[in-house]
């Protein structure tokens, strides 16, 4: 994944946007639920992963991703005016295994990335990201300029 | 391991209707991967959202019930929602080749190890012949 440029992520990024539409699904804000009991594994059809739930307020975008069993050093977001990366590997405890051994393997493993374009630009430099229970959780606050404006009107 | 696929006794009342303050009655199935080493028996389970005191497992007549309560509220004014959380069931039938007495459980970045030893019987003894 560190060998892909970002030129590479935004080409497969915009494709995907086009399939999106395509689809019908691009900018749709209906929850997938309740989803079925694989839904959150990586390599599971063509499903992007990880899921996210995206909130915003005047200050900040609140991200939410769906990331069981990552390890924390492995974990990357990057972050570029509106565009937002994440990356992973959810580690394979099975590799360890003997396959006969084995006797349910339901949880996929391996690396992702997920790339998405925000509403609007973001302070880089004051994202902050926690990974706790599984849940990754992104805070982003907005650039002075994307954040609205309360206008004044004068009675006179 | 079998899993247990026979409806949760516990989640259908005598009366038929089921009631709505069951946790039971909206889960999630969670993702488990089980293996098999030469002591014991791992089951690791995904449970994102579930903290360490939210899990739940116990065994009760060879049945190993395993819950997870989420803690977890998606942002508010979602402009995009991809998932939703409810509490974790699953069940498996236990055999007796699980020392029961033994069974350890470790949480770690939403993914739940269980641990469950095979008891002494079940684990291959070398018997040694006398020379005589």
């Known amino acids: 994944m560190g060998t892909w440029s970002l030129d590479f992520i935004s080409d497969m990024e915009k494709m995907r946007r086009e399939m999106d539409r395509f689809l019908g699904e691009f900018g749709s804000s209906n929850w997938t639920f309740p989803f079925s009991k694989t839904s959150f594994l990586p390599g599971r059809g063509a499903r992007e992963y990880p899921l996210l739930n995206i909130g915003e307020d005047n200050d900040n975008f609140y991200i939410d991703a769906l990331a069981p069993g990552v390890d924390p050093r492995t974990l990357d977001v990057s972050v570029t005016q509106n565009q937002l990366v994440i990356s992973g590997e959810k580690t394979a405890l099975l590799s360890t295994v003997e396959s006969k051994a084995i006797h349910r393997s339901e949880r996929s493993a391996g690396q992702f990335a997920r790339s998405m374009t925000l509403p609007f630009d973001v302070n880089s430099e004051k994202v902050q990201a926690t990974y706790q229970d599984g849940l990754l959780k992104i805070i982003l606050p907005k650039a002075e300029v994307a954040k609205p404006k309360q206008i004044q009107v004068s009675v006179t | ?132």
């Open chain 2, 1 to 132: 391991m079998a899993e247990k696929t026979t409806t949760n006794i516990e989640a259908t009342p005598p009366t038929g209707k089921t009631l709505a303050t069951r946790e039971e009655n909206r889960y999630m199935v969670p993702p488990v991967d089980i293996y098999e080493t030469e002591n014991a028996l791992a089951v690791i389970v995904d449970l994102p959202g579930v903290h360490k005191d939210g899990v739940d497992i116990r065994v009760d007549q060879d049945i190993l019930t395993i819950k997870g309560k989420i803690r977890y509220k998606p942002p508010k004014d979602l402009i995009r929602g991809e998932f939703g959380l409810l509490d974790f069931f699953r069940q498996f039938q236990l055999s007796d080749e699980v020392d029961q007495e033994k069974i350890t459980a470790e949480s770690k970045n939403g993914v739940l190890t269980i641990t469950l030893p095979k008891a002494e019987k079940a684990q291959p003894r070398l018997v040694k012949v006398k020379v005589g």
